[in-house]
């Protein structure tokens, strides 16, 4: 069972760049990361997901090196309304099982600051 | 499509009650996930469908927990008797294989025992 590791909080400015860091020693072979983005009231809502090097979108980009022990998600000038709980997750894309459950940690909550 | 939609947005019951929550996920998805979130435990998987089969019931706390999917266009959460400890947002979410970890959430329901 793949567990991750992210940062409780983070505060930044709007405009500035954001990386949020995640750790996940244990990923298998199958296992894709996902990042979600949850504001307050609202359901997680999927921003982006990647194997192995870099995967960009028109929200984010996640950032993967070769061992894939941990993944960065990059936020281009922020704003206010990036504010929320930002999730990393691994598990296998393709097929869902209980032998690779998503599970959902604490989560990174960033707060944007004007 | 209009999302994942749950119904009610939110519910406020006695305890001892039996409370049902439901959700309609998005069309041709095979995955379906209940999830119920707390300040304090975060977000938990509760049980997962697929095609229509629950597959794994092991994140539902007790026996007073039971959901059910009649069919790929509906499914429902029911808690019977309602405990206070059972307050939380429950959030409905649906993914089609292929894609299993790109989920998509229902707004959820609030559910307040009192």
């Known amino acids: 069972l793949a567990k991750t590791t992210q940062p409780i909080s983070m505060d930044s400015y709007e405009g500035q760049e954001v990386n949020i860091t995640c750790s996940h020693n244990n990923i298998a072979t199958n296992d894709y990361i996902t990042w979600y983005q949850q504001f307050p009231s609202q359901g997680p809502r999927f921003i982006i997901q990647?194997?192995?090097t870099k995967v960009t979108n028109e929200v984010a980009s996640l950032f993967i090196p070769a061992d894939r022990k941990s993944s960065t998600l990059s936020l281009p000038r922020v704003s206010l309304s990036d504010t929320a709980v930002y999730y990393c997750?691994?598990?296998?894309?393709?097929?869902?099982?209980?032998?690779?459950?998503?599970?959902f940690g604490s989560g990174t909550r960033l707060s944007i600051r004007p | 499509d209009a999302g994942v939609i749950q119904s009610p947005r939110h519910e406020v019951t006695e305890m001892g009650q039996e409370v049902t929550l439901r959700c309609k996920p998005i069309?041709?998805?095979?995955?379906l996930f209940w999830y119920r979130q707390t300040m304090m435990r975060g977000l938990e998987l509760l049980i997962y469908?697929?095609?229509?089969?629950?597959?794994?019931d092991s994140g539902m706390p007790e026996d007073r927990f039971s959901a059910k999917m009649p069919n790929a266009s509906f499914s429902t959460l029911k808690i019977q008797p309602s405990e206070p400890r059972d307050s939380a947002v429950y959030f409905c979410?649906?993914?089609?294989?292929?894609?299993?970890?790109?989920?998509?959430f229902g707004q959820g329901t609030r559910l307040t025992v009192v």
């Open positions: 069309s041709g998805h095979d995955y």
């Open positions: 469908f697929n095609n229509n089969v629950p597959i794994d």
């Open positions: 990647g194997y192995k």
């Open positions: 979410a649906s993914s089609f294989a292929g894609r299993a970890t790109e989920a998509f």
């Open positions: 997750l691994v598990g296998d894309k393709i097929r869902y099982s209980s032998a690779s459950k998503i599970i």
